[in-house]
């Protein structure tokens, strides 16, 4: 789960990057609303990701504990292309951590959360 800002950018960030909308459910207490999560699948997984926007006002900061959410891409020149296009740009050029290692880079989504993208072995 990640505490997000602002739903209507968070759900089109997060689908840019391949995930599929699937349901949100409100969180209410005491006849008030507090909370919605928004359930993202991805690929044939269903409900992988879960978006969290508190309606209290509250922000947060990222934390020392949370490093980044992963995500494997079968082209990084199309993904990143296609990212573009959204506004979303990474971070830095794609780069290798060694010899024939997997390309990566990373993206932020719209609360600053890194997102590593990782070219798939073999493309």
Known sequence: MVRITDPEKSRA?????????ERDMDI???????????FFGIGDQEAVLELTFNHDGRTYELGTGYGHIALSVDDMTETLAALKTQGIEPEREPYRLRDGGSLLCFVQDPDGYRIELIERSGT
């Open 13 to 21: 960030f997060y689908e840019s990057l391949g995930f599929r909308f």
């Open 28 to 38: 209410v207490r005491e006849g008030q609303l507090e909370a919605t999560n928004y």
